[in-house]
């Protein structure tokens, strides 16, 4: 039991560190700027002390907000300001001072030069600093060996007087440069990591006396964080030592040659200003994006509605390439029981209607048995097809097939014809045309057989079709992935999804959607999900859209009356037509003796319609004009107020049937006349 409880604490210290280490990404500043070296201490919460060099390691100056960037993980800061500072009261600077006090500088004149020096450099240390300094002594033959010496503090008067000690009254015999640097590191090392930290190396001599050797000096160095070595060469030889150049080159600090002891109190003032200078920056990280979501419309009206649906016969049976046989979207019943409970008045919807085109032809001709058709077979005279009057005569043979083993048809009713294109074809330019031209033309003598088809029910209808989602979004970083979603409850209706900023307003529609089922949701909702690139997720919710249900019984209880649609199809226009024939005059002139039947206020739309063939604009165009044919026999009938009468052509735009197949692209080309009223 005991090892268990171990072990499920071991889990939990492990889980937890990993969990403050993600919290705790380390701070990340950068200058950005070519070539430049930075070192920063970080102060409060949202501010940090930041060293700047170019390749030589000097100080930087004149740099601007624009030239940080601060992060911590992936989160970027927004930097507030940029202040350059002489000295910063708040934070003490970290420095240690090796100074080489060997006889060549009491023999080469240069003490009194070099502690000047100093004492001018060290004129700028305060009482908050933390300065050490380390010199040399000879070790002597004393156990353990020490060959350096040091002093902490911040009063200058004290450590210009250890510094003078040190030369005063005897310098060392041997350099022991190494020992000394090493031990500074070991100083800097016990600094705390956020802290800057600072080195400055003065010496006259190689080392030649250290048991330290250069490698371990380097090693020693390895891992600093916000550290900075900068060192003065005042050997007797010529260039830099290179030792010492790559020592501070490699520690985001530079060295400088004296060639002479008037060359110390320039360089030191120089470096005086490169270490004790910084900037303060502020900053603060940028905050996650925040937002809301609008909803329009702000709720969703479904009502049974009476529907008259005179729908045109389509007189068209369409076939697959180089096919005789008739497509399986035909309704085809299995013989005469099923034929006999067939009724065209339970048919809902114009599609419907017209793949059962061959079962509502053979109830009519059973109906009218004075009535005979003639079966046109086509093909598209073009490819496979090309010449093949058999292979129409073939799709004409299919048409007669059917109607009379299912619906009893005598062959002598039927006249069967056979020919390449259509009298009238589709354009062969495009495949869309070909297929279309792929047909049986079923003609007749006798109105009633082609009549338009009606039938009468009531369908839920939404009183909108598409939602709009508005979106306010408040960001201070870049957004790099985005998801809406459309819900119905619980359940997901539709998702957009891309990369970059969200659209500010994203539509959902809801024609695909069957009235019947968006009633049974309840309600609708949609959700913004986003994600910006510094890792922050946001997701805002609208309010729910609540859907209505408005029953035809309550319309009834309110006396507020049942609301009836009329839709009346015309019989199809031929491709790229706009005369009203025969057939077409027939069902406006029906639409005239209905509106004179209700003797009410009625509202008149006539929308014409084109199919997907061809450029929009001319489309759009001969739409209109097949709308105003009809509009203009409407009004100068005088059936209807002017006013009362809307009058458009939308083209191939929101098409009633699917311009993916045939019959949805012939059913297209129509204008559909509806009435609005209230019984």
């Known amino acids: 039991m005991k090892k268990i409880v171990g072990l499920f604490c071991l889990l939990f210290a492990v889980f937890s560190w990993v969990d403050r280490s993600l919290a705790l990404d380390a701070l990340e500043v950068r200058v950005l700027r070519p070539e430049a070296r930075s070192s920063f201490q970080p102060l ?27 992060r911590q993980g992936i989160k970027t800061a927004k930097i507030l300001s940029v202040e350059e500072v002489r000295e910063q009261r708040d934070v003490g600077l970290n420095l240690v ?50 060959s350096t010496k040091t002093f902490q503090g911040n009063d200058v008067s004290a450590l210009n007087q250890f510094l003078r000690d040190s030369f005063f009254p005897k310098t060392t015999d041997g350099t022991y440069l190494y020992d000394a640097m090493q031990k500074g590191l070991e100083i800097i090392r016990q600094m705390p990591a956020e802290s800057q930290k600072f080195m400055l190396v003065f010496s006259d001599g190689e080392d030649i006396n250290s048991r330290v050797k250069a490698e371990d000096v380097g090693l020693a160095a390895k891992g600093l964080t916000n550290f900075s070595a900068y060192a003065v060469d005042y050997m007797d030889k010529p260039g830099v030592d290179t ?41 603060r990280f940028l905050a996650p994006p925040t937002g809301t979501l609008f909803p329009v419309p702000s709720s969703v009206n479904i009502e049974e509605v009476t529907i008259v649906d005179s729908s045109p016969l389509l007189n068209h049976v369409y076939f697959d390439t180089g096919k005789s046989r008739i497509p399986d979207r035909y309704v085809s019943l299995s013989g005469p029981q099923e034929s006999g409970a067939f009724s065209e008045e339970k048919l809902t919807g114009t599609m419907e209607k017209y ?27 073009t490819g496979v097809e090309r ?70 029910y009531v369908q839920e209808q939404a009183d909108t079709k598409e939602i709009r989602i508005s979106s306010s979004l408040q960001i201070e970083t870049e957004i790099v992935r985005w998801q809406f979603r459309l819900l119905g409850g619980d359940k997901v209706l539709a998702v957009r999804e891309g990369v970059g900023t969200p659209p500010v307003e994203l539509v959902f529609s809801l024609e695909g959607l069957d ?49 009836v649609v009329e839709k009346y199809g015309l019989i199809l226009f031929d491709f790229d037509r706009t005369e009203l024939k025969d057939r077409n005059q027939v069902v406006v002139n029906r639409v005239l003796t209905r509106v004179a039947e209700l003797n009410k206020s009625v509202a008149m739309n006539i929308v014409g319609h084109t199919d997907t063939i061809g450029k929009e604009k001319y489309n759009v165009e001969l739409s209109e004009r097949r709308a105003k044919a009809v509009y203009d026999i409407i009004h100068q009938a005088g059936a209807v107020p002017a006013a009362e009468i809307n009058n458009v052509g939308n083209g191939p735009n929101n098409p009633p049937y699917d311009n993916s197949l045939p019959e949805g692209r012939s059913l297209n080309r129509t204008v559909i006349i509806t009435l609005l009223y209230t019984e």
């Open 44 to 70: 409060a919460e949202g501010k940090v002390l930041v060293s700047v060099q170019n390749k030589d390691g000097e100080h930087v100056t004149g740099l601007q907000k624009e030239d940080f960037l601060i």
């Open 97 to 146: 001072l090796v100074v080489d006090n060997s006889y060549s500088m009491k023999e080469r004149k240069a003490v009194e030069p070099l502690l000047a020096a100093l004492s001018s450099f060290l004129a700028l240390v305060r009482p908050i600093d933390n300065v050490h300094v380390v010199t040399f002594v000879d070790p002597g033959t004393k156990q353990p060996r020490v």
């Open 243 to 283: 030792f010492l150049s790559s020592f501070v080159q490699g520690n985001n600090g530079m060295i400088r040659k004296a060639k002479s002891a008037d060359d110390f109190l320039p360089i030191f003032s120089k470096l005086s200003t490169t270490i004790f200078h910084r900037y303060l920056v502020t900053y």
């Open 355 to 381: 793949h059962h085109v061959l079962n509502v032809i053979g109830k009519r001709l059973l109906a009218n048995p004075e009535a005979r058709i003639t079966l046109v077979g086509c093909n598209s005279n």
């Open 387 to 456: 010449g093949k009057i058999a292979l129409s005569k073939s799709r004409a043979e299919a048409v007669s097939a059917y109607l009379q083993s299912v619906w009893g048809i005598d062959s002598s009713r039927m006249e069967i014809k056979a020919r390449n294109l259509p009298a009238v074809p589709s354009t062969s330019r495009v495949p869309e045309g070909i297929v279309e031209n792929q047909r049986v033309e079923i003609l007749s003598n006798h109105p009633a057989v082609l009549d338009t088809i009606k039938s009468t």
């Open 515 to 563: 009235s019947r089922n968006l009633a049974a949701l309840g309600q609708l909702s949609a959700d913004l999900e986003v994600k910006d690139k510094d890792g922050n997720e946001f997701g805002v919710s609208t309010y729910p859209i609540a859907i209505n249900v408005i029953r035809r019984e309550e319309r009834i209880a309110q006396k507020t009356g049942n609301k």
